[in-house]
Each structure stands twice: as C-alpha cells, then as structure tokens.
C-alpha cells in the first residue's frame, strides 16, 4: 500500500488519539467492573469529554483498517499504539466504518463497549455488529460492515500483479484477486507452486495485527477469492491447485488451521456457500498431515490441545489417525528431539493427547486477552509522545501501571465483599471472583501478609458458619460380582467394562498403582494394548487401571471396545492380563519405562502458572500436602518391580469384578461362558 497519504491536522490527530485511547481504557474497565464501578464513571467521562458538541462540533466519520484509520482519506500525523489497538478491535468485528455523533452520556458508550467486548464470532451468529447494534436501539454511534461482495465488484481489476499489494487487500478485506490478464497469469504460476502459496498465506498471517479471528478470516478470503478466480478462468487447474493449496494450509498453525475451518463453516452458515475448506482438506495428501503434525510437535510452545483438535478436524477416522501418527513419529524421530532421552515416553504421551478428543473454549476473549497483554506497551508508547501535558502523561502512566490495574481488582474484591452480604447474588459473582483471584495469584504482584489482613478486615463482621462439609460420596464398597449385559440390537459392536471399588489418592500405595496402571493399561506400550489389540487383534481400544479419587474411593476399571462376535474372546483376553499382571512382574525396560512416562507427563499436565495453581488449590481443598506434586514424581520414581506386583495382588481382585458389556445379543456368541448373563434394562420408560 503507498505511504503517501495526507495527514489530518494536529488538532485532529489529538482527538482521535484521546478517543482511542479513552476507549481502551473503558473497555477494559467495562469487561471486568460493574457499571457503578467508580473505574467506569472516570474512564466513560473522558471518552464523554472527548465527544462532547463542543470536542467534536459535528458526526465523525472514521474508516477502519487492520491496524489504523482514516479520516476522509487521511491519516493521524503521529502513530499510536492506541490508535492502532482501537482500529484492531473494530476491524476484528469486521466494522469498516464507525461514525460518532457528538453529544452520548456514559450509559450510551457503556452500553457500546460491552457490544465490543463480545466475541465476534458470537456476534456474526446473531447476524454481525451492525445488526445487534441496531437491535440495541444504538443512535450516537453508527457502524457499516464490511461488505465484500459489494467491494469484490467494485474493485475488481485494481491490483495487478504485486503480492504485497494482495496481501495488504486481504488484510483490509476490500478487494479480492483480479481477473485481468496480469493477474490470471500470476494465478496460474501461484497454482503450480505450493510454496508461493504458503508464502503468501504466511505474509499474511505476518502482517495481521488481529488475532486468530481475523487472521483466519483474511487467509480464508483469499482463498475464496483465489479458487473462484481459477474456477471461472481456468478450471482445468483446480485439482492442482487445490492440492497446493492443501499444502500451504498444513504449514499453518494449529490455531489458524482451527480458525480456517471456523471461518468457513461461519460463512456457510450465513450465505450457503459451499464449505471450501472441506475441498481443501480432502486434497491434503498424508505426508502433509504427517508433517503438519511433526513440525508442531518439533516446534517448542505448541498447545497440545489445539494440536489434536486441529488434527482430528483433518483426519476423521481413527485408524487412520494412528496410521498418520505413526508416520509422524518418524520425522519427529529423525529430529534433535528424537534424539533426547524419554522420546518414546513423550512421544507415547503427546500420540495419546492427539487420539483424544477436545472440544474447549477459550476462557478470554481476544480483546481482553490483547489489552492485559499490551498495557504496559500503551503506557510506554504515551510516555514517548512530547505533546501531551507533563500531567496527564503521569497520570495516563499511574492509571494503567500494573501495580494501579491490580489495586483497582483488590479494591473491587474487598468492596464485593464488604457490601454483598446476599447468598443468593454470591451465586453469580463466585465465578468472576474466584477468575480475579487467580489472576492475582498467577502474577503473585501482592504482598501475601497485607492481603490476608485486607481480607480478614472485610470479612470479620460476617458472622461465622458452620464448617464445610461436602456432599457424602455415595458408593458401594461390597463386590457385585456377576456378567450384566445391556441390550442395544441396532449396533454390531460391543462396549466392554470390567470393574470394582477403587481407592484413594493419599493411599500410601498410589504412586506404585500409577506405575502399574501404566505398565498395565497406560498408552501403546502397555500390556493390554501390545497383547489385546496389536498381537491378537481383538479390540480396536482397550486400557485398564486402578482409580484413585481425591476424597472418595476410585474405580478399577478396565474398558474395551470390540467387534460383536469376538466379545466373549476379548473379555478372556483381559481376565488373561489380569492374571498376568498379578503373576509376572514388569522386566527392567517395563519399569523404566513406564516411570519415565508418568515423570515425562509432568511436562504437559503442569506446564503454565494456572495449571500448577489448580492443582495446588486442590491440594488445600482436599487436605492434601502443599508439596504433594514434589512427593508424586519421587514417588514414581522410587517404585519398583516388587512393588508393582504386590500392588496388582493387594488392589485388583479379579473374584470382585462387574462386567459390564452393552451390546447386540443377536451377534454375542458364548458370554455364558464368562458367568451367569443378567439382563439390564436400558429402554426408555414410555417411548414409542
């Protein structure tokens, strides 16, 4: 895009800057304070003051970009990060133009802000910004979205055949790939590399300042654009370019490959166009996949969840998926890291991670996930501009100091604390409070002596209850030992449970059952899946363990997954681990390995702040020894082979064992030699 753009005048620049960066702050202030919240009145007011008749004088039009603005064509005469932030927001609700009108109270731009706080893919399910906002009776502040077919039309033509200008409209997302002659010829060269199209996706994502959101919504335009362009002009490239295409998209992140796929079925909901991404995926070859998968778990900070979903969203069946992963380890072990020590226990770990299914929410929002993140920049940013007034760049700089946010999250929790004295309300704000006090504990910006004397200080004039006593858990510790069989005539297969009373986690003996569970039923490497599933071939799953509950007796539990006709087979095959697990003890390379897999865990399970937080909170809930996680991998470690086997004979009585099995009576052949067959009755009462 030309640099050479007018700049709006020095009183003009002010004001949006003072605009931007009012809005900033209340926005903040308004996702996470009440509406009385002194916090709300002082940042509402600035932005009041700031579009007042008399600042103002007359409506405001401003034309948004991914990372800026522009007033009747021109822009601010300095950069500003708040600016940029401001126009970031807007464009990642996809808003093209806002127009202020002079002269809204506190109530209209409260009201407006929360609109803004929300998840834009929410608001694009309720038929996008422009119309909630209407429906929200808005009048001070008018929004126009960004219309791409409209500008597709009107565009058309205008790029020629520079990348960085592409780049730079599927940014803005006001104009698509030409179709003149220039163009289609740089189609054509771009369709028969893979490579080019990766780089182009990737100066993409390079240059998107929003988040995944409208990351993913730019490559997806392009895309969109790009195989229309093809299809109409030279259809006999599609397959090809496709499959490039399908290349590129798997050297994406798992994150932005997630957010193609959202994107796409967003915009199949709401215009009935085909689910491109569908065509995409089906031309990515098994190598692609393959190293999609490897190059994530190479790389260092990959989130193993988003890994997994992303790859379960390309490779639907679970054969299939095992199939590609083992294909995967392959050029992960040709890496550094196939080399380290503990790469099968890590490997076995993440396979295991990748075969499971997610389905999570992010528990931000971008905007506020951005605004923690960048605060200190803005302050920073402020603090270089020499125009602003010594005062109110020191009071910019006080008013969003971290130590300043979380004094006003404090003074929050204290006043709740002090005021609300309602079980009832306290039902809806637990959830807030406790997410501030993790927040504040994850940071640890406090001073531990001080807060518990704030505290105690707000509280000691509620009267005292009684101690907590939770719910008495509700289990039967006597054997039922019997085969129970639950009809189920429309499937071919059979869902196999073998189980008995369980124990708990402060049981002396845990850390020799978690070694054991491992060796037994844990991953790829255990004895269960090697014998039952690889060597014989019964099972397309199994796994097995002793479960352990914090407050409450687990469960021994051993599940399979089996064809109808081999049901009675597979369940001999695992009273034949059982007994197996109980006479032989684990050789050296079992023990070794099984301890490092537990101990190499520890990677995943407790990689983050809030993660060890959780847990360590459980701990205090449940009684447990602050040091618990330091006791449980010395424990691991300590655990021998003897131990092992005296564990199996004390904890697992195969004589006790339920074995439940749910499945089609009319294919299950020879149960009746496991035991006497009960019937279960799993119908429905009073349906047709």
């Not at 579009?51 to 034309?63: E, H, K, N, P, R």
């Not at 205008?158 to 200008?165: I, K, N, Q, T, V």
Request: overall charge negative; glycine content about 8%.
């Amino acid at each position: 895009m030309s640099d050479d753009v007018e700049l709006l005048g020095t009183d003009e620049t002010n004001r949006i800057v003072d605009l931007a960066r009012a809005c900033k702050a209340a926005q903040r202030s308004v996702l996470l304070y009440p509406q009385s919240h002194p916090a709300i009145a002082a940042t509402l007011g600035r932005i009041v003051q700031t579009t007042s008749v008399a600042a103002l004088g007359g409506a405001m039009t401003i034309a948004v970009l991914p990372d800026d603005i522009r007033i009747g064509g021109r822009k601010p005469a300095r950069e500003d990060e708040a600016v940029a932030a401001f126009a970031r927001l807007l464009h990642e609700h996809l808003v093209g133009e806002i127009t202020i009108h002079p002269g809204a109270d506190k109530d209209a731009w409260f009201t407006f802000l929360q609109l803004l706080g929300r998840a834009p893919d929410e608001l694009r399910a309720e038929g996008g910004i422009s119309r909630v906002w209407t429906t929200m009776a808005g009048r001070h502040v008018e929004l126009r979205e960004i219309d791409y077919t409209e500008v597709l039309r009107e565009r058309q033509g205008s790029l020629g055949g520079r990348w960085d200008e592409i780049v730079a409209n599927c940014l803005e997302g006001t104009t698509s790939l030409s179709l003149d002659d220039e163009m289609m010829t740089a189609l054509a060269a771009l369709a028969e590399d893979g490579d080019r199209i990766a780089e182009l996706m990737g100066a993409v994502d390079e240059r998107s300042s929003g988040g995944v959101g409208a990351k993913s919504a730019a490559i997806m335009r392009m895309i969109r654009s790009f195989v229309k362009s093809v299809s109409a002009k030279q259809p006999e490239m599609l397959d090809a370019m496709l499959r490039n295409v399908a290349s590129a998209v798997g050297q994406l992140t798992p994150e932005l490959l997630i957010g193609l796929l959202a994107e796409d079925a967003a915009v199949h909901a709401d215009t009935g166009e085909d689910k491109l991404m569908e065509s995409v995926v089906s031309h990515m070859s098994e190598k692609a996949i393959a190293g999609f998968v490897s190059r994530n778990v190479i790389a260092e900070g990959t989130p193993t969840d988003r890994l997994a979903q992303a790859f379960q969203a390309l490779v639907n069946e679970t054969q299939d998926r095992e199939r590609l992963l083992s294909m995967a380890k392959t050029e992960v072990a040709a890496s550094p890291l196939g080399g380290a020590q503990g790469f099968d226990a890590v490997w076995t770990h993440v396979a295991q991670k990748l075969l499971t299914s997610y389905a999570d929410k992010s528990f931000v929002s971008d905007p506020y996930a951005r605004e923690l993140s960048t605060a200190r920049a803005h302050a920073i940013d402020v603090e270089r501009v020499g125009d602003d007034p010594p005062d109110r760049v020191t009071g910019w700089l006080t008013s969003v100091s971290t130590t300043a946010v979380r004094t006003l999250d404090i003074s929050l929790l204290v006043d709740l604390l002090r005021i609300e004295k309602d079980d009832a309300r306290w039902g809806e704000l637990m959830a807030p409070v406790v997410h501030t006090v993790e927040d504040l504990l994850l940071v640890g910006d406090f001073d531990s002596a001080a807060m518990e004397k704030t505290v105690r200080a707000a509280l000691e004039a509620w009267p005292r209850g009684p101690a907590f006593q939770g719910p008495p858990a509700s289990f039967r510790r006597e054997a039922r030992p019997g085969v129970f069989l639950a009809a189920k005539s429309d499937v071919n297969q059979s869902s196999v449970r073998l189980s008995h009373v369980g124990t708990t986690r402060n049981n002396p003996d845990f850390f020799a059952l978690e070694v054991m569970n491992q060796i037994f039923g844990g991953g790829f490497a255990s004895r269960l899946f090697s014998e039952v599933r690889s060597r014989q071939g019964l099972a397309y799953e199994v796994w097995g363990g002793v479960g352990a509950e914090y407050d409450y007796p687990g469960m021994f539990l051993v599940g399979m997954g089996t064809k109808s006709s081999t049901t009675a087979q597979g369940i001999r095959a695992l009273q034949a681990e059982i007994d197996r697990l109980q006479r032989e003890p684990p050789d050296a390379k079992e023990l070794a390995s099984a301890r490092e897999a537990i101990v190499n865990s520890f990677v995943f399970r407790y990689d983050s702040k809030e993660k060890v937080l959780r847990e360590q909170m459980r701990f205090a809930f449940f009684g447990y020894p602050a040091d618990f996680l330091e006791r449980y991998r010395a424990g691991v470690e300590k655990v021998t082979a003897a131990d092992v086997l005296r564990v199996a004979r004390k904890y697992v009585r195969r004589n006790e064992l339920s074995i439940l099995v749910v499945g089609n009576p009319g294919e299950i052949k020879g149960l009746e030699s496991i035991g006497r067959v009960q019937r279960i009755d799993i119908s429905i009462p009073g349906a047709k």
